[in-house]
């Protein structure tokens, strides 16, 4: 018996809508489960930045009452090396901002505040990378779009002929690879090179003693400074900063150099030390190769530099802020005119001001370096 046609199409209605509605319940059941793991992991990862905000805080209230920029922007430049991190700022009470490091505007900010017997004196915000806060409204939008339209699509395929889905052939030279994701913004990298200058002048195995402990005082700062120690043939060692885009990490690259001197002064040796510094700009997360102009650069100036002073390219002390935080004179020398990477232009760098002068102080007692070199003798720098 021969069915009427109208049976026929409901039929073929209830099996399409059957079809749509066994399509449309696996499609939700897989976006719930998705939208409750990334809950998960954006609880995760709102705690941990909270805990690092709350850790931040609680290291930054003896150098934010000391107003000790130096300190804080040490504490941000350490932390924001984190993956998680994309930038960190601190405050004071009143709003004036005390250290700035990595990209305050990226990112999803959590807020600390800085607390000193039960009462505020300042807040640190952390920018997480990834946003831990999902727009729950858009998220909600689009899976009941495709709860939706996904089915109708199904059917629709389902329903045409195969020989309407043979797509046409794609070109051969038809793109594949997705567009590649442009490279980081360079930034400004410290050079500190330390020279041990009377290297020629002491026997093989003392040297080797002196530069084992050099390097060793070196890592000590940077571990502090956030930067890899290297060994520099035929001139000792380099110190390649982690480069920032905070203003004010020119200042610390010259604070660090003071720090790493009087180390190396206050400890008993044959080594007689000069220091060079000089900038290169490079993407943030790449280190300086070592056959650079600009690491030759900084080799040259710690050679002409001065005893009690450090030689510093003016490319570099041009990026300092408020330069009359320095004592520092204009250098003549006519080995000068071989930097390659520089105008040949170098400052004579004495000293820090009292204020900042007094933190270094309270740093090189913090660090104490304890371990003396093998050979007692008066070190000179």
Wanted: net charge negative.
């Amino acid at each position: 018996m021969t069915l009427p046609t109208w049976i026929l199409r409901v039929k073929q209605v209830r099996r399409d809508l059957l079809l749509a509605l066994v399509v449309s319940a696996l499609v939700s059941g897989a976006l719930l489960r998705l939208h409750g793991h990334d809950s998960a992991m954006e609880a995760d990862n709102q705690a941990l930045g909270e805990s690092l905000a709350a850790g931040l805080a609680g290291l930054a209230v003896e150098p934010l009452t000391n107003r000790d920029r130096i300190a804080l922007g040490v504490l941000a430049n350490r932390l924001v090396a984190l993956d998680q991190i994309s930038g960190i700022t601190i405050y004071t009470v009143d709003d004036e901002m005390m250290a700035i490091s990595g990209d305050s505007q990226r990112g999803y900010p959590v807020t600390q505040a800085i607390t000193q017997d039960n009462s505020v004196v300042g807040y640190v915000r952390i920018m997480l990378i990834s946003n831990p806060t999902s727009d729950d409204a858009g998220y909600t939008g689009l899976g009941l779009a495709i709860t939706l339209l996904l089915p109708l699509l199904v059917v629709s395929l389902w329903q045409m002929p195969w020989q309407r889905l043979r797509l046409p052939a794609a070109p051969v030279d038809a793109p594949n690879a997705l567009p590649e994701a442009p490279p980081p913004p360079p930034v400004a990298h410290g050079l500190l090179a330390l020279n041990l200058f009377n290297q020629l002048t002491l026997k093989p195995e003392i040297r080797e003693q002196e530069l084992a402990h050099a390097q060793a005082v070196a890592e000590s700062v940077a571990d502090l400074y956030a930067a890899n120690v290297s060994l520099l043939p035929g001139t000792g060692l380099l110190l390649s900063f982690d480069g920032s885009a905070d203003p004010e990490r020119p200042f610390q690259v010259l604070c660090a150099a003071f720090l790493l001197a009087r180390l190396l002064a206050d400890a008993d040796s044959h080594g007689q030390y000069r220091l060079g510094l000089h900038t290169v700009t490079l993407p943030a997360n790449n280190q300086a190769p070592t056959d650079l102009a600009e690491i030759q650069d900084a080799a040259l100036l710690s050679a002409v530099a001065r005893p009690k002073t450090l030689a510093v390219s003016d490319a570099l002390f041009a990026s300092i802020e408020q330069p009359d935080r320095v004592m520092a004179e204009p250098m003549r020398n006519p080995l000068l005119n071989q930097l390659e990477s520089t105008e040949p232009k170098a400052w004579l760098v004495a000293g820090l001001d009292d204020l900042y002068q007094q933190q270094l102080d309270g740093q090189v007692r913090e660090l104490g370096y304890s371990s003396a070199p093998a050979t007692p003798s008066e070190s000179t720098f």
